[in-house]
């Protein structure tokens, strides 16, 4: 596939140049990352070394440069197995990737790299994780929204900003008088995350993995772990970025339903957050229909569209690898139905190509 129409720039007096990120630009590429208002906490250079040591996937982090300067960046990660093909995509793993820099032109520069590096490694597609539309006219796919939403400092208006049916449940879990932790325990983490995914019929991620997030991140990741008499009933991992808070991987066990600990959780978080001078609490992403998204919604939270845009090289159409994908309902089934036990041990050898 050539070169889209419309995306070559005249950055020919801007002496751009375009290379991949080196350990020695690590701390750079973060500063530009950290003040850029587009940016998000996935475009930081950490996911780099979580993606190579988590699932050995190559990442190609394209800098842009004007007389040393940084004006630009592009990450990218290589996912390839025999089951889901062969993509680069900005980013895997995360909800929001694609290009930020200090203009159009120097982003269609980074883009166009992007391309011709995708023609090279000759990858079945491109794909990049947009918030906002960049090419209309690439294909490209509308299933995802992400949730977003302002907090305040006071948790009685935050508890006030919960839609009244939804602040019931929050009610009733505050009622079972759970105990909340915020120790970076990885162990009831991944319990309570192994036990929720596994019901939903979805390959676990390795414990490497997460093990290797807390230790990448550091200060900008936290657990929260809810239990009751010194049992794990739910836990999320929870990324902080400038102003705001992500809960991102989490779940809980059978018994999470009846004490309405998934809503405690997040509700604990939201005031936890709040109370911290916190700005912006971001659910992130969602299939439409699916139960997280009507769960978000009845929060309060209002759906935001993203764009997931891909450029083709070897594909002729845009890849549909999600659970609404048909061909994948029995293989759902049968997970669900498999002991946690071995889906614990069979999963992050799937979980690794599900970027």
């Not at 159009?104 to 980074?110: G, M, P, Q, T, V």
């Not at 970076?184 to 192994?194: R, V």
């Not at 659910?283 to 929060?299: D, P, V």
Request: proline content about 4%; overall charge neutral.
């Amino acid at each position: 596939m050539s070169l889209p129409q419309g995306k070559t720039a005249d950055v020919s007096a801007l002496t751009i140049s375009i290379t991949e990120l080196t350990q020695a630009e690590l701390h750079h590429w973060d500063a530009y990352v950290q003040e850029h208002p587009e940016a998000t906490f996935f475009h930081k250079a950490g996911w780099k070394s979580v993606l190579e040591k988590s699932f050995g996937h190559p990442c190609h982090y394209l800098i842009a440069k004007q007389e040393d300067k940084i004006c630009g960046v592009l990450p990218l990660g290589r996912v390839k197995s025999a089951l889901f093909g062969d993509a680069l995509i900005s980013t895997p793993f995360c909800v929001y990737g694609g290009v930020i820099a200090d203009n159009d032109a120097i982003a269609s520069e980074l883009e166009n790299s992007a391309c011709r590096l995708a023609d090279t490694l000759q990858v079945d597609y491109l794909e990049l994780r947009n918030k906002k539309q960049r090419h209309a006219d690439w294909p490209s796919k509308d299933m995802y929204v992400y949730f977003r939403k302002e907090i305040n400092e006071d948790a009685e208006e935050n508890l006030k900003a919960i839609p009244r049916k939804q602040r019931a449940v929050v009610r009733k879990g505050i009622k079972a008088e759970l105990d909340v932790s915020n120790e970076k325990n990885l162990d009831n983490l991944y319990f309570a995350y192994a036990s929720s995914v596994r019901n939903l019929g979805t390959p676990v991620f390795s414990k490497k993995y997460f093990a290797n997030l807390l230790d990448e991140f550091g200060e900008d990741c936290n657990v929260t772990t809810i239990s009751k008499e010194n049992e794990t009933i739910s836990s999320v991992l929870s990324f902080y970025f400038k102003d705001e808070i992500l809960p991102y991987y989490g779940g809980g066990t059978s018994a999470a339903r009846g004490l309405k600990a998934n809503d405690f959780m997040y509700w604990a978080l939201l005031k936890q957050s709040g109370e911290a001078g916190i700005k912006y609490f971001d659910y992130g992403r969602s299939k439409e229909g699916a139960g997280s998204y009507s769960f978000k919604k009845n929060w309060g939270f209002v759906a935001e569209p993203l764009f997931y845009e891909y450029y083709l090289v070897k594909s002729k159409s845009i890849p549909e690898v999600n659970p609404n994908n048909p061909k994948y309902k029995v293989f759902i089934d049968i997970w669900r139905r498999l002991p946690l036990s071995i889906a614990n041990f069979i999963g992050p050898y799937i979980s690794r190509s599900l970027g």
